[in-house]
Each structure stands twice: as structure tokens, then as C-alpha cells.
């Protein structure tokens, strides 16, 4: 497990509490939006929290299978999966719709999906959740990777824009909420050619390893964090919104998403 944030506040008779953050962003810019919510979340509980994360989406989607995080902030596709095969019990998201976003340079010729043909795509991962979205948008195109254009997988969604900034890539797929958190710079180097529609943005969810007493603190704790001046700057400057009470059953629209990333998983071997 790649930890992130070694708690501020250490208490030998209480166990840590393990916040798993989905790798959509590189590991730093994570440690960096989310330690005020780890400073308040840590104050609120009176127990220490350590950040973590994994090196790519299958390292962390393996991890949140074996139930290594007690609470959890990740795409819907894993929330869901995490929730029908890993007990996880989902308890709010963000309160701003997700897009998967086609960005080129502002100077490329490119203009429309169909001209990607024999180009060099980048996506954050194939088990993003915008990579699906986006590919699928291609594939309506009659376009398939591997065979009409080649896929670069670039770990996370800052990496697949400096990919394509750095000339490695002809396009990128990238979230509509995490281009905006893309230094001002960056993003006035990019432009649009493609969307598609809008779906949940990430979710919290916690273990069924915890009690409901801390289910109801930490649940209790988010939206007062959301709520408080520092919550307010976060998300703004996470471009979320706000947060949301999740409902149980409000994700099986992702389940056939999340039989994606079985198939995905069953194929391959978490390093």
C-alpha cells in the first residue's frame, strides 16, 4: 500500500483509521487536497487517519476488495463494486456530475472523434471510469483501440493532459472534475473535442469492519467538515460542490460498469 500521510496525531490504544483514496490524481496532488479533510476528520474522531493510496487503479480497486480501507473515496464503478462484494456501506459523494472529457492542444487539427484514427490516445487508466466512458464514445465511432488507434495508459488523469501537452499523445481522456483542477496554465493549453454524459462523481464509503457508532461519527464528521470554513475551501478548491447523503441502492446503474473491472481484474494480477 503506497501511504500518503503519516497521521498528525498518534494514540497507542487506538488503531489508525485507514483513509483509502482512489489514484485518479498523482500521489501528492492527493496528499495535498485531502490533508485538511484528514486534519478535521482525525479532530472530529479523537483517533488518528492515515491517508493511503495505490500505484494504479488495480492496486487500489484489489485493496479495497480485501477490505484495507475503512473509509474510502472512489469512482461509482468501484463504489458499487466494493459495496456488492466487500460489505462497503456507501455514505456520501460529491455533490458535482463527472464527464469524460476528450482534450488536444488548442493548436491540433484534431476537431471530432472520427479524426482519431491512427492517433495516440492517452487515459488515465483502462479502469477509469471516463476511460470507459470515453472509449465507448470511440467505439460508437467505429473506432477500436489497439486496432484503429493506439492506447496509453497514463496512471492518472494530470498525467494523461502532460502527456498530451508533451507531444506523447495526440488526445487525452480525462474527467470534466479533475481537468478543472489542472493549474490554470495546463488547462489554457487545452481544448475540447468531445463529451460524454454525465454520471455520480466519487463516493465515501466505509467497511463493514467498523462498528455503526463509528460508521455515524465519521459519517456525522464528513458533513461537518463540508459545512465548516475549511470543508467550503476544500471543495472549492476540489471543484466538488458539496456533498450528498448517498442512498443504498443508488449505484446498481453502475454494476455493468463494475463487471468491467471484474473482467479486467480476473485477467490480470495486482502488483
Known amino acids: 500500500m503506497l501511504w500518503l500521510v503519516v497521521a498528525g496525531v498518534q494514540a ?30 482525525e479532530h472530529e474522531l479523537g483517533r488518528p487517519v492515515e491517508l493511503a ?28 463494486l466494493g459495496q456488492s462484494e466487500a460489505g462497503y456501506r456507501l455514505l456520501a459523494h460529491y455533490e458535482q456530475p463527472l464527464q469524460a472529457y476528450w482534450v488536444v492542444p488548442v493548436k491540433s487539427n484534431l476537431q471530432r472523434l472520427p479524426d482519431l484514427a491512427g492517433k495516440r490516445v492517452a487515459v488515465p487508466d483502462r479502469m477509469a471510469l471516463v476511460t470507459m466512458l470515453g472509449l465507448s464514445l470511440l467505439s460508437r465511432a467505429g473506432l477500436e483501440a489497439d486496432r484503429d488507434y493506439r492506447l496509453i495508459e497514463a496512471r492518472s488523469h494530470n498525467n494523461a493532459a502532460v ?12 474527467g470534466s472534475v479533475p481537468l478543472s483542477q489542472l493549474a490554470g496554465e ?22 463493514d469492519r467498523l462498528s455503526e457508532p463509528d460508521c455515524a461519527r465519521i459519517e456525522q464528521a464528513l458533513f461537518k467538515f463540508a459545512a465548516s470554513p475549511a470543508g467550503q475551501k476544500f471543495l472549492h478548491q476540489f471543484a466538488m460542490h458539496g456533498l450528498v447523503k448517498a442512498k443504498p441502492n443508488e449505484l446498481k446503474g453502475m454494476d ?12 490480470s494480477v495486482a502488483p
Open 256 to 267: 455493468a460498469y463494475a463487471n468491467q473491472v471484474r473482467q479486467m481484474l480476473s485477467q
Open 53 to 80: 493510496t495505490a500505484v494504479n487503479f488495480n492496486a487500489f480497486t484489489q485493496r479495497l476488495l480485501a477490505r484495507e480501507y475503512d473509509l474510502v473515496v472512489a469512482a461509482p464503478h468501484l463504489a458499487r
Open 186 to 207: 495546463m488547462r489554457a493549453q487545452l481544448r475540447i473535442i468531445g463529451q460524454s454524459q454525465a454520471i455520480p462523481s466519487q463516493y465515501f464509503a466505509v467497511s
Open 12 to 41: 497507542a490504544e487506538t488503531r489508525p483509521l485507514t483513509f483509502g483514496l482512489f489514484p485518479n490524481l498523482s500521489p501528492r496532488t492527493l496528499a495535498t487536497l485531502y490533508q485538511p479533510m484528514r486534519d478535521f476528520l
Open 163 to 174: 502527456t498530451v501537452l508533451n507531444g506523447e499523445a495526440d488526445v487525452a481522456v480525462i
